[in-house]
C-alpha cells in the first residue's frame, strides 16, 4: 500500500507554499523529510495528512484519493505524532496511550478488553509500561515523545507521520526515538518524518525528500541524495562532511 501526493501545490487560501511536489511513501519504509523553516515541509506533512486540501494536485491512500476515506478510517490507516508537547490535562500514561484506540470504537464508550490489550502491548513494546499509571504531564521529554508513538501505534496503522520527532529531545533520547522509526519500519509499517537533521535521515531513513522554498531540490535514496553540494543547495550554507576511516560511516555538520 502507498500513501501519495501528486503533482501538489500546497499553501493556503492567500498564499501558494510549493508547486508540482509529488510524494510516495510506501509501508515497510522511512522517508525523511528535510529543509529549512519556512521551506514547506508543515505544509506538505498536512497536505499529505489531508489537513489542508491541495491546491492542486492530489493526495490518495492506496487506490483511492484520500478525501474518499472517512475520518475514521483514515485514523485506522495513518496515525500523526506531533512534536514533543505538554498535555493540559492530567492524564495518565495509559489513558493518552488508549486514545488511539478511538479509531476502532465510540470516542465516548469504555476501552474493551482488547483495547487495553492493545495498549499493554505497545506500551511494553517501547519499554515503558512502567509509566502506565503517572501522569503525562509528569515525565520527561523523551518519555512523553514514546508515549506518542505508543499512541499512533495503538492505532494499528499502516503509516505513521512524524513531526519533528527529536525537536527539543537530549541526545539519549533522540537515539531511542530514531532506533524506534527504523524498527516501525522493519515491521512493516510506513514512516514519514520530517527533520532538519540529515544525520538523522542517514540513520533512520531510507529514502530522503529535500524541499526548500515550496521546490523539490532532490529525491532519492539517503547515500545518494544527502550529499555535501545537494545540502548546501538546501540550506543555502556551508556543509562539512565527515568520514569514519575505519566503517566508512558519514555525517554531516555546519561548516
Known sequence: MKLEGRDLTIGYADHTVGRNLTVVLSTGEVLALLGPNGGGKT????????????????????DKPLGRYSIRERARTVAYVPQVHIGTFTFTVETVVLMGRTAHGNLFSAPSAHDRDVAQAVLDR????????????????????LVLLARALAQEPQFIVLDEPTASLDFGNQGKVMAEIRALAASGH??????????????AADRAYLLRQGTRIAEGPVKTVLERAQLEALYGAPVERLTDP??????????
Open 190 to 203: 510506513g514512516v514519514l518524518f520530517t527533520t532538519h537533521d540529515p544525520n538523522h535521515a542517514l540513520r
Open 126 to 145: 517501547f519499554g515503558i509500561a512502567q509509566l502506565s499509571s503517572r501522569p503525562y504531564t509528569m515525565i520527561s521529554g523523551g518519555e512523553r515523545q
Open 246 to 255: 575505519d566503517t566508512g560511516a558519514v555525517a554531516f555538520l555546519p561548516g
Open 43 to 62: 505544509t506538505l506533512l498536512k497536505t499529505l495528512l489531508g489537513l489542508i486540501k491541495p491546491k492542486a494536485g492530489e493526495v490518495a491512500l492506496g
